[in-house]
């Protein structure tokens, strides 16, 4: 199983971008997908999940409104969909996956996923 996350770059402050994390070597529907980001220093945090079946998703407090994300299971994507972006997103962006669904107690941890991208930067400056 791959991951494969692009779509990061530079983008002022109010800006938009769309990260697309793209999976190959499985086809299962019901694969849980979540995009986390590490910022220079910082831990790193959740920013949200989709699940496979009820396509539920979550979203982290400081994202909610301005960030969406969804999925197209024909081509094996799942799309984080960045609008009105602060200094503060900028980060390293990576999509993990995990076979099978997730409860939502767990989703937003790091070991829950099973399969990791490379990161994708995410620079929003002015």
């Known amino acids: 199983v791959q991951l494969q996350a692009f779509g990061g770059g530079l983008v002022q402050p109010g800006g938009s971008l769309r990260l697309s994390c793209e999976t190959s070597?499985?086809?299962?529907?019901?694969?849980?997908i979540a995009w986390f980001r590490q910022a220079p220093g910082k831990e790193r945090e959740a920013v949200s999940y989709i699940r496979g079946g009820d396509r539920k998703t979550n979203y982290l407090d400081s994202v909610k409104g301005r960030f969406t994300i969804s999925r197209d299971n024909a081509k094996n994507t799942v799309y984080l969909q960045m609008n009105s972006l602060k200094v503060e997103d900028t980060a390293v962006y990576s999509c993990a996956l995990r076979q099978g669904n997730i409860i939502s107690g767990l989703a937003f941890r790091p070991s829950s996923y099973d399969y990791w991208g490379q990161g994708t930067l995410v620079t929003v400056s002015s």
């Open positions: 070597g499985t086809t299962s529907d019901y694969q849980t």
